[in-house]
């Protein structure tokens, strides 16, 4: 069993930056899939970063050059650093692993609004 643990958000005005964590307990391997992603009021839920083995990254066009997608060398906590934030990246922002099936910490909210 993984367990998935988000933390971080909070309010900031445009252009502002946000650190989230998530992290991550139970069986976890270098070779999981990790990524977040986000679900805004009244849409769907959708990929805002990957990070797959290798170092290998994966960036929503919305937020490309804006956030960075990182993983601690204990394989353990997930990361993104989100900078020059926008209104429209206000949503909630979800953990996930994929292992044999794919599990999903409970959320941090982001809201960006001056």
């Known amino acids: 069993q993984v367990q998935l643990v988000e933390s971080g958000g909070g309010s900031v005005q445009p252009g502002g930056s946000l650190r989230l964590s998530c992290a991550a307990s139970?069986?976890?391997?270098?070779?999981?899939?990790m990524a977040w992603y986000r679900q805004a009021p009244g849409k769907q839920r959708e990929l805002v970063a990957a990070?797959?083995?290798?170092?290998?990254?994966h960036y929503a066009d919305s937020v490309q050059g804006r956030f960075t997608i990182s993983r601690a060398s204990n394989f353990r906590t997930l990361y993104l650093q989100m900078n020059n934030l926008k209104p429209e990246d206000t949503a909630v922002y979800y953990c996930?692993?994929?292992?044999?099936?794919?599990?999903w910490g409970q959320g941090t909210q982001v809201t960006v609004s001056s």
């Open positions: 990070l797959r083995p290798n170092r290998v990254t």
């Open positions: 996930n692993l994929q292992s044999g099936r794919s599990y």
């Open positions: 139970g069986t976890i391997f270098s070779a999981n899939v």
